[in-house]
Every structure is written in structure tokens, then in C-alpha cells.
């Protein structure tokens, strides 16, 4: 397919916050890309040429975004990666595949004997984390409270979907309405994807995907 047929960006919005960079493309598709990834993926040639997976790079952001032309994306990463030029196939390919190219990323620093921990001090002196959690609809009058600020173990809650998981067994017989796949997140009032990381301090909202509750799980 040649550039002018290929899908191009509607539009790059970059969320520090969540470490998530979405691109909708002019095919309708739109991806959510944690800032990891963009990373590890680099299509720098220091990257892309190396025998060893990227590592340590769990907690990394982009600090800015520089477009190339009409044909690519410049970014710059906060550990100080700034040599990736990101065209839009290439991004469009990793948002396709993302989900494949994730696995098989995960399973290279296995098979290296690799982290994606950077080992850094400040992450890894943290316990636990404090978040704010607001419900909406139906889940107040169910649950029985439209808010809480709760303190959870930081090693166990790390993203959306191990929030969601520690949520549904603290609420015992009514987790069931906070599965996964009936909610959707906002972290500090933005949207979120299952794999967005959380911080101390953040504002959650947890919002029906529909107005009516789902039905309990058969026992």
C-alpha cells in the first residue's frame, strides 16, 4: 500500500498523567499506546538492531512530540531516547498488533533474563498507594457509597485492570459489578485503558458501560 493510501493520523493527543499516547487514524481505527511500548519498540536503529529486548523501562513517559513532514512522528523520550522516528505505518502496525507484540516482548525479557523494573529507588521504596475512587450510577446505590480513598499495596495494584481485580474481591459478593468488562475507568478525569498505570494521589472513576446492572454470577 503506498503512503497516500495508507491510514494517516486524525489525531495525536499524548496523556503524561496516564504514560499514553492515543492516535486515531483516518480509518476509524484508534489506539492507545503506553508509553512502554513506544519505547521498547523504537524504530531507532540502536533498538531495532540490538539482539537484547529494551529494559527497565516500566515507568518511562515521552517528554515531547515532534512532528517529521506529513509522514512521521518525532519522539522524545524522558530517559533521554530521542533518535525513534515513528512513521505512520509503524504505528499504525503497532497499534494492530499490539496485543501480539506485547507477548512476544514480555517473553524475550523472560528468555534474556530481563525486567521491565528499573530498579529505580523511589518506585521501589513505595508500599502502598492512595487512591480516590468515585462511583457513578447504578454502582452507588449497589455498592453503597459514592466515594473512597483507599490504601492498596502498591506491588499489587499497578495498572487499571489490578484495580479493577482488588476492587472486585474487596467488595466480596458484589464485585462481580466491577468486572472488567462492564465498567470503563477515568484516571484524573482522562479515559484510561486497562494496562494504564496508576499513581499515588489519583482520582478513579468507575463508570457503567450500561444503565443497567449486569446479573449476579451463577453460584
Request: net charge negative; charged share 25%.
Amino acid at each position: 500500500m503506498s503512503n497516500t493510501e495508507h491510514p494517516q493520523p486524525t489525531q495525536i493527543q499524548l496523556h503524561k498523567k496516564s504514560r499514553l499516547l492515543g492516535v486515531d487514524f483516518s480509518d476509524g481505527s484508534s489506539f492507545r499506546f503506553p508509553c512502554e511500548y513506544l519505547r521498547v519498540f523504537s524504530p531507532a536503529a540502536e533498538v531495532a538492531g540490538s539482539d537484547h529486548p529494551e529494559s527497565g523501562k516500566k515507568n518511562v513517559n515521552i517528554e515531547a512530540l515532534e512532528p517529521k513532514g506529513s509522514y512521521a512522528l518525532h519522539i522524545i523520550f524522558d530517559d533521554g531516547h530521542d533518535t525513534g522516528i515513528y512513521s505512520w505505518e509503524r504505528l499504525y502496525d503497532l497499534g494492530v498488533n499490539q496485543e501480539k507484540y506485547w507477548q512476544e516482548y514480555l517473553d524475550s525479557l523472560e528468555q534474556h533474563g530481563l525486567s521491565r523494573d528499573s530498579g529505580d529507588a523511589e518506585t521501589a521504596g513505595k508500599e502502598t498507594i492512595n487512591l480516590h475512587i468515585m462511583y457513578f450510577n447504578y454502582l452507588v446505590n449497589k455498592l453503597g457509597t459514592q466515594e473512597e480513598t483507599i490504601t492498596l499495596p502498591a506491588q499489587r495494584v499497578e495498572t487499571v485492570q489490578d484495580l479493577l481485580k482488588m476492587l472486585g474481591m474487596r467488595k466480596l459478593e458484589r464485585g462481580y459489578l466491577l468486572a472488567e468488562d462492564t465498567v470503563r475507568v477515568t484516571v484524573n478525569r482522562q479515559f484510561a485503558e486497562l494496562f494504564t498505570r496508576l499513581e499515588d494521589g489519583d482520582e478513579i472513576g468507575i463508570v457503567p458501560n450500561s444503565p443497567n446492572p449486569p446479573p449476579p454470577p451463577e453460584k
